[in-house]
T-cell receptor, first 112, second 113 residues
């Protein structure tokens, strides 16, 4: 039972363009969402998060949008840079359970 | 600030052998996590410690996996005996407290042949 779904295993964009990574969730108890970025042979690193009381959070080139009614969130990277090439994991938690549930990840490749 | 340290980086063993992984969290972090990441999957929580105590081990295969966190600092994760399906990256993470941001180590890549 996959509660956090990233349906696109990979995404390729040109440098300077927008990257949009999508994530869907099924558990209505989730109220906090995070994006992690992972380079090969390294552990995931925290990128950006959003609480369910908000519908948008921005940090520099990264913006996360949350649509609670659709149980959908997305990560926008503008402009995309080659150094953004990595696997991006969507994660969620909520209720009395602090456990993070991760999606399978999306491999982003930004071409120069 | 030193990050989460893990060792070894790589381990190759045969099925039915035993293996142990070590983790040193960021100094002062009360919460420590072990995650298993199988190729093509997201990290899955195996066990979570708060200081010395276990908070969640609901997804730990307790017939073969064990973990301890002595003195609320370092932690070891052991698999005995290993199965082929245990091949994965084992990630350790720590956070200042429950519900705080997680910091991950680089992981141990385990191959069971």
């Amino acid at each position: 039972d996959q509660q956090v779904k990233q349906n696109s295993p990979s995404l390729s964009v040109q440098e300077g363009r927008i990257s949009i990574l999508n994530c869907d969730y099924t558990n209505s108890m989730f109220d906090y969402f995070l994006w992690y970025k992972k380079y090969p042979a390294e552990g995931p690193t925290f990128l950006i998060s959003i609480s369910s009381i908000k519908d948008k959070n921005e940090d520099g080139r990264f913006t996360v949008f949350l649509n609670k009614s659709a149980k959908h969130l997305s990560l926008h990277i503008v402009p995309s840079q080659p150094g953004d090439s990595a696997v991006y994991f969507c994660a969620a938690k909520g209720g009395s359970n602090y456990k993070l549930t991760f999606g399978k990840g999306t491999l982003l490749t930004v071409n120069p | 600030e030193a990050g989460v340290a893990q060792s070894p980086r790589y381990k190759i063993i045969e099925k039915r052998q035993s293996v142990a992984f070590w983790c040193n969290p960021i100094s002062g972090h009360a919460t420590l996590y072990w995650y298993q990441q199988i190729l093509g999957q997201g990290p899955k929580l195996l066990i979570q410690f708060q200081n010395n105590g276990v908070v969640d081990d609901s997804q730990l295969p307790k017939d073969r996996f064990s973990a301890e966190r002595l003195k609320g600092v370092d932690s070891t994760l052991k698999i005995q005996p290993a199965k082929l399906e245990d091949s994965a990256v084992y990630l350790c993470a720590s956070s200042l407290d429950i519900n705080e941001k997680l910091f991950f180590g680089s992981g141990t890549q385990l191959s069971v042949l």
